[in-house]
Antibody, heavy 117, light 110 residues
């Protein structure tokens, strides 16, 4: 079964750090671009970052550049998002998704992050 | 990297058609044909329904159609059904391994 399962969300203090994980199954993970997308409460989807199958190319949105780092471990079929210096506005559901021919065709169910003071 | 602009909401009666616009710029929608549309029911994973401006993903009924003119993309839902009620988002490639989503549109079936 084709599947993405996120984990690692929770409650974090302002300024804290957290690493989200996403485990893939049912497709050739190492071949594909992977991305992180988030949705803050009451807001729309926001694309955050993307990484190529071999890990050698990345892209990320300016608003998280320098604070969030996308990475992957193809041996573990896993995608990661290291988040540092967390702010209240980072509170959101975080989704991982597969990038395929210009679209995002496989999505996880999401993991919730709450940043609290 | 500004979000693409969509109407906050659209509505229609069952059987009617609705069109959702997605306004971008010459750096994203106007520059690339990597335009996708997603259907998102709250609490569930988003589902891609249209890619490459006009291509329906497998299993998506032909009531859903996409188009683009200049820096504006559009999604039309014909023969509106109750289960079409959801949030819809466009997305576009913006170059340099960056994508941008639209602000989202809530479709209400009256």
């Amino acid at each position: 079964e084709v599947q993405l399962v996120e984990s690692g969300g929770g409650l974090v203090q302002l300024g804290g750090s957290l690493r989200l994980s996403c485990v893939a199954s049912g497709f050739m993970f190492s071949r594909d671009w992977m991305a992180w997308v988030r949705q803050a409460p009451g807001k729309g989807l926001e694309w955050l970052a993307m990484i190529r199958g071999d890990g050698n190319e990345r892209g990320s949105v300016d608003s998280v550049e320098g604070r969030f780092t996308i990475s992957r471990d193809n041996a573990k079929n896993s995608l990661y998002l290291q988040m540092n210096n967390l702010r209240a506005e980072d509170t959101a559901v975080y989704y991982c998704a597969r990038g395929w021919l210009g679209t995002f065709d496989i999505w996880g169910q999401g993991t919730m992050l709450t940043v609290s003071s | 990297q500004s979000a693409l602009t969509q109407p906050r909401s659209v509505s229609g009666s069952p059987g009617q058609s609705v069109t959702i616009s997605c306004n971008g710029s010459s750096s994203d929608v106007g520059a690339y044909n990597y335009i996708s549309w997603y259907q998102h029911h709250p609490g569930k994973a988003p589902k891609d329904i249209i890619c490459d401006v006009t291509k329906r993903l497998s299993g998506v009924p032909d009531r859903f159609s996409g188009s683009k003119s200049g820096s504006t993309a559009s999604l039309t839902i014909s023969g509106l059904r109750a289960d079409d009620e959801a949030d819809y988002y466009c997305s576009s490639y913006a170059g340099s391994n960056i994508y941008v989503f639209g602000t989202g549109t809530k479709v209400t079936v009256l």
